[in-house]
């Protein structure tokens, strides 16, 4: 990352980003939270992690911003790189304690029978949990084909992860009350759209876009795909939750 090819105006831009997403996580966690006694006490456990997952995304915002900010100098309408290395590690540090508890609460709301919870939690989340530790030393690596070797050992996981989602969720969405399968589709479906976005920026430096427009477009992307993944995604499952809760007379005020 050739932090010394931004401008001004994108350093200012992706800071932006950063501050609007530690804004929209940490509203996120208080509306998810306060949000729990509109369900029934079976789908609580859901909503909370959902508020979990945006509680550490705003942590973890937080730190990036602060790294972000001490790793240039503002030097009139320039800037500068203090030496200070911008901290790429807190993002895999969130994903490795966010991306698993995801598939986890999609699958809690679900309210599956428990043997089933257990064993597509238990594959689910330590896929996405291998899927994040095999894309870090690529995403810190130097050499182009050590980076490319990584990326497609991730793959493995995330492959299986959305065939899971798209495919090995049918029976049990199909068993779902009518209400609400629209929107658990939904849900898998955006989970799989937003992820999309991750594995393809991870080529871009193998494709040749470097430089401060590929830091920008890198880390805005990223930042739009974690909010849609974590705070529309739990506004989702909050939403399922409450439909649910209705249908079985099970709303607590």
């Given amino acids: 990352m050739d932090l010394a090819s931004l401008s001004l105006g994108q350093y200012t831009f992706v800071q932006n980003a950063f501050s609007f997403g530690l804004a929209v996580m940490a509203a996120a966690t208080l509306f998810l939270w306060f949000s729990r006694s509109h369900v029934a006490p079976a789908y609580r456990m859901a909503v909370t992690i959902s508020g979990l997952v945006t509680a550490i995304a705003a942590y973890h915002y937080l730190q990036i911003m602060l790294s972000w900010e001490a790793a240039f100098s503002v030097v ?26 995801l598939l986890i609460e999609l699958i809690l709301v679900m309210r599956l029978a428990r043997d089933e919870t257990i064993s597509k939690s238990v594959w689910l989340g ?75 920026v991870f080529l871009f430096p193998l494709i040749g876009f470097t430089g401060g427009a590929a830091i920008t477009a890198v880390e805005v992307g990223y930042t739009i795909a974690d909010i849609v993944a974590k705070a529309v995604f739990g506004i989702l499952i909050l939403a399922i939750a409450i439909r649910k809760s209705e249908a079985e007379g099970n709303t607590q005020a």
């Fill in 126 to 200: 330590g896929a996405a949990a291998l899927m994040i530790i095999l894309g870090y030393p690529g995403e810190v690596a130097e050499a182009s084909g050590t980076r490319f070797t990584f990326w497609v050992l991730s793959m493995i996981p995330f492959i299986y992860i959305v065939y899971q989602l798209v495919v090995g969720l049918k029976g049990s969405i199909s068993n779902q009350p009518e209400n609400v399968r629209g929107l658990i589709n939904g849900a898998a479906t955006l989970v799989v759209i937003s992820w999309l976005f991750y594995p393809i």
């Fill in 76 to 101: 009139g309408s320039s800037i500068e790189v203090t030496g200070s290395p911008f901290n790429q590690a807190y993002r895999y540090v969130d994903w490795l304690l966010t991306v698993p508890l």
